[in-house]
């Protein structure tokens, strides 16, 4: 079982940075590949970055390469989401995630999520 529960959102200049966490709770977090998806008003909620339990490989949307950083850190059961560059196509609601596949883009194949935390960046 794992609980998530996001935090680090809030109202942002473009061009500003942000971290978001996500404090994970259970045992069994280190074997759960982890997620950070994003939602906009009126949009599919879409794939931001993911990374493998191990924390040996990381992938990014086409969109966020060089600006979104994931990373984790089990021994405090948490995973950031450092962006940078902020823009305002950013705006959404991000999301965390946990799934027991290696690696996964796709929302149907992540079996935990968080509430989300909100990230508005202004022009």
């Known amino acids: 079982q794992v609980q998530l529960v996001e935090s680090g959102g809030g109202l942002v200049q473009a061009g500003g940075s942000l971290r978001l966490s996500c404090a994970a709770s259970?045992?069994?977090?280190?074997?759960?590949?982890m997620g950070w998806f994003r939602q906009a008003p009126g949009k599919e909620r879409e794939f931001v970055a993911a990374?493998?339990?191990?924390?040996?490989?990381?992938y990014y949307a086409d969109s966020v390469k060089g600006r979104f950083t994931i990373s984790r850190d089990n021994a405090k059961n948490t995973v950031y989401l450092q962006i940078d560059s902020l823009k305002p196509e950013d705006t959404a609601v991000y999301y965390c995630?946990?799934?027991?596949?290696?690696?996964?883009?796709?929302?149907?194949?992540?079996?935990?999520w968080g509430q989300g935390t909100q990230v508005t960046v202004s022009s």
């Open positions: 995630a946990a799934g027991s596949r290696l690696y996964s883009s796709n929302v149907d194949d992540y079996d935990y």
């Open positions: 990374i493998t339990w191990s924390g040996g490989m990381t």
């Open positions: 259970g045992r069994t977090f280190r074997r759960y590949a």
